[in-house]
């Protein structure tokens, strides 16, 4: 096996292709964050994204997308973002994990959301977790009736819920792919005061993480679309969804809503409307990414598997990395494994998002004393 090392600022046309065709030959890597131009995205705003191509008889078989820090120390892709990770290869294709490290100069490769089928990375998984998916078909009708077909438990309740929205905002209208990038900005403040009232971080306090949102949004590819979906009740936008969709995968990734609206559960009625328009639009499969959600539950038809762990070669960086990072995230899986862990913990954070909200807010002045 050829391995050579590439970096994503100028990928050839040639390589690009190849790449799109080990994504077509096979279903696990349709998902759009396995694309080349999710790791060129990557690419534009932070240091360190290289692809690893390996080669059998001169012609490129595999590509392994990778950020590199100075020490060594890789991580997959966008980690923390993707909600998918591979060496995208033909069918096949067999590597030897020690040599592809030491290609990549890495100590250490880190992973979260590694596809199941990466049987040479099998010995350096330390967990693996459920990643729900929905198998969606083509709507024949309306969409009420598509509910009813795909979902008839949830049809009754959120028909009443979209009704009572229609009669208290105004006619509600779906839009499967928006675009206009106001709306987005709308979406990512609804998201960034989302992470913080439930005292997570905010994502969209990252520059770099809103430069590639920014950027996926204008890319019309086929392998990697960026889709802004937007629920309106009369003319105000009351619930968004931007995420990245392949030919046939559609991810779901970044999902919001005016919080005026809760009770109405708007990310709910988003996600059922978004699962029917792809359906539409020729998209088989919905991936709602790793993760416990009540709403995941409801809607998934069946679950994939999605592997964590660390790939090592011997080296003094790569137990340091390993040591410090694997109880941080096995406490991490613990907590979220367990509801009688998880629900404390949620609480307290979204406690400590109250206070830290609380605490930003000017002292509203006083209401004038009625006459």
């Not at 994204?49 to 890789?74: C, I, K, M, Q, T």
């Not at 499967?176 to 913080?196: C, F, H, I, N």
């Not at 979906?229 to 970044?254: I, L, Q």
Request: hydrophobic letters at 40%.
């Amino acid at each position: 096996m050829d391995i050579t090392i590439h970096g994503l600022d100028g990928l050839s046309g040639p390589l690009r292709a190849a790449w799109h065709r080990a994504m077509d030959e096979s279903p696990e890597y349709a998902n759009p964050f396995l694309a080349p131009e999710f790791a060129e995205g990557v690419g534009r705003f932070r240091a360190g994204p290289r692809v690893a191509v390996l080669r059998e008889g001169g012609e490129p078989v595999g590509f392994f997308p990778y950020e590199r820090n100075s020490f060594g120390v890789g991580r997959a892709i966008g980690l923390g973002l993707s909600d998918c990770q591979a060496l995208v290869h033909r069918p096949g294709v067999v590597w030897d994990t020690e040599e592809l490290l030491k290609a990549c100069r890495l100590s250490v490769f880190e992973f979260d959301h590694l596809v199941e089928e990466q049987k040479p990375f099998g010995g350096h998984v330390t967990g693996t977790f459920a990643s729900p998916v929905i198998d969606l078909r083509a709507g024949e009708g309306d969409y009420a009736q598509w509910l009813r077909d795909v979902y008839p438990r949830l049809a009754r309740a959120t028909l009443k819920k979209e009704r009572r929205l229609v009669r208290d905002l105004g006619e509600l209208r779906f839009i499967y792919d928006e675009r206009d990038p106001r709306v987005l900005r709308t979406l990512m403040r609804w998201k960034s005061a989302q992470y913080r009232r439930t005292g997570r971080m905010d994502r969209f306090a990252r520059p770099w993480i809103v430069g590639l949102v920014d950027h996926l949004f204008e890319l019309r590819e086929e392998h990697l679309t960026g889709v802004l979906s937007v629920m309106y009740a009369g003319d105000r936008p009351v619930a968004a969804h931007f995420g990245p969709a392949s030919r046939t995968v559609f991810a779901a990734w970044f999902t919001a809503y005016d919080p005026e609206f809760r009770y109405y559960s708007p990310g709910l009625l988003m996600h059922l409307r978004m699962a029917e328009a792809a359906g539409r639009h020729g998209v088989r499969i919905m991936d709602l990414g790793r993760g416990e959600k009540e709403y995941k539950d409801w809607l998934k038809t069946r679950e994939l598997r999605v592997g964590e762990g660390f790939a090592t070669r011997p080296h003094p960086v790569a137990a340091a990395h390993r040591m410090w990072r694997r109880p941080v995230r096995g406490l991490r899986n613990t907590v979220l494994a367990h509801p009688g862990l998880r629900e404390p913990a949620d609480r307290l954070l979204k406690t400590l998002g109250t206070l830290r909200t609380s605490s930003r807010k000017k002292p509203a002045d006083p209401a004038p004393r009625p006459r």
